[in-house]
């Protein structure tokens, strides 16, 4: 795992496309996708159209919450992505996922 501070952030350039991860900011990216203004990846996009067309169902999978899911679905056809099985969001507003070590001498 790992951990950003919160003055760090990593750039990647691919091909002509520019990605900044920050750390994570719920209150912010909740606030980005209500603008419903996301862009879809040409690649996905590609492979979605090449699944549809092999007759795939697809599900699509998003952490964003059940209060966006209505704006998602829209900015998911906005953008191309004009049929799916399923769009599922989280519908819970905080979730946590804990891994506990265990010594071995104590199982």
Known sequence: MYILEPSIALEVMVDEYFFR???HNSTAFKIWVSFGEA????ETLKLYNKLLG???KVVFIT??????KDVTASN??????????KLIV??????????????????
């Open 21 to 23: 991860v920050e750390p």
């Open 39 to 42: 862009f879809a990846l040409p």
């Open 54 to 56: 092999l007759g795939i």
């Open 63 to 68: 952490e964003r919450p059940l209060d966006l």
């Open 76 to 85: 998911l056809k906005d953008v191309g992505f004009s049929t799916w099985e």
């Open 90 to 107: 989280r519908f819970v507003e905080h979730f946590f996922i804990r891994f506990i070590h265990c010594d071995e001498h104590y199982i």
